[in-house]
């Protein structure tokens, strides 16, 4: 009985991280370079940098960390 309530509980969590992982949140940018691989490293960077100019009119500047961070680009 034991066992049977273990292994329920195992393919419950099995099936959410499978469904966890299908359906992914990324942005559209990250999406065509990291998984689809059909723009360029370039090409990614700019996407970036204009969606963080964007994106930093709707942010708040009070914490300067938090632009610290935002600066940042991640490329391979």
């Not at 204009?50 to 930093?56: I, L, M, T």
């Amino acid at each position: 009985m034991k066992k049977n309530i273990i292994i329920f509980f195992m393919l419950v969590f099995d099936i959410y991280a499978f469904i966890h992982g299908k359906v992914y949140h990324v942005s559209a940018a990250y999406e065509d370079f990291y998984i689809k691989h059909a723009i360029s490293a370039e090409q990614y960077a700019a996407r970036i940098r204009a969606e963080e100019k964007n994106a930093q009119h709707s942010y708040s500047q009070d914490d300067p960390k938090e632009t610290i961070y935002r600066s940042k680009l991640f490329l391979p």
